[in-house]
T-cell receptor, first 111, second 117 residues
Framework: AQTVTQSQPEMSVQEAETVTLSCTYD???????LFWYKQPPSRQMILVIR??????QNATENRFSVNFQKAAKSFSLKISDSQLGDAAMYFC????????FGAGTRLTVKP | ETGVTQTPRHLVMGMTNKKSLKCEQH?????MYWYKQSAKKPLELMFV???????ENNSVPSRFSPECPNSSHLFLHLHTLQPEDSALYLC????????????????FGPGTRLTVL
């Protein structure tokens, strides 16, 4: 079974600084998708960014970008120019037929 | 808002009660999911419905019973729960992929915070 590991239960970043959240996964598949979801306190989980495994180019969405290392099965999320509204739980997820989530990283943004 | 609603948002029940959680999606999706979210643990996929048929049941105890009457609605019927079932229950929906498996993101509801006394 595919597993997703987020090794950082909690992270903290100063406002306007950059932070990187780590994610590794285990799979024998070559065709799959990876996601980062954000769950703000008491609010709905929303998609931040998506990466197709067959694409070598790293996905980017405004201040959010990923570092996708397929051979290493690594999929980290970089948040640039951190804002107070970025404070949330961040979940890494893997999907081929099934969706698997990591345990999450709680990001705190300090003013 | 993601287009997925859940009611109730909070539920407290005794171990002998019977209650139901409701999920509704307004996105025209044809796949719906129930997840259990416990503190410091990965989201646990409980049930998957695709085209109104249950396609996955991840060894969930029978005290949880899902129902999908149509592609827009999903229920989770609860009876004789245990205190360890206390958690946030999330519903999600997506467009069932045809061919390009896995591509479509899931849209989540706000969850039902369940407390079993």
């Amino acid at each position: 079974a595919q597993t997703v590991t987020q090794s950082q239960p909690e992270m903290s970043v100063q406002e306007a600084e950059t932070v990187t959240l780590s994610c590794t996964y285990d799979t024998s598949e070559s065709d799959y998708y990876l996601f980062w979801y954000k769950q703000p306190p008491s609010r709905q989980m929303i998609l931040v960014i998506r990466q197709e495994a067959y694409k070598q180019q790293n996905a980017t969405e405004n201040r959010f970008s990923v570092n996708f290392q397929k051979a290493a099965k690594s999929f980290s999320l970089k948040i640039s120019d951190s804002q107070l509204g970025d404070a949330a739980m961040y979940f890494c997820a893997y999907r081929d037929n099934d969706m698997r989530f990591g345990a999450g990283t709680r990001l705190t943004v300090k003013p | 808002e993601t287009g997925v609603t859940q009611t109730p948002r909070h539920l407290v029940m005794g171990m002998t009660n019977k209650k139901s959680l409701k999920c509704e999606q307004h996105l025209g999706h044809n796949a719906m999911y129930w997840y259990k979210q416990s503190a410091k643990k990965p989201l646990e996929l409980m049930f998957v419905y695709s085209l109104e048929e249950r396609v996955e049941n991840n060894s969930v105890p029978s005290r949880f019973s899902p129902e999908c009457p149509n592609s827009s609605h999903l229920f989770l019927h609860l009876h004789t729960l245990q205190p360890e079932d206390s958690a946030l229950y999330l519903c999600a929906s997506s467009q069932h992929p045809s061919g390009d498996r896995g591509r479509n993101e899931q849209f989540f509801g706000p969850g039902t915070r369940l407390t079993v006394l």
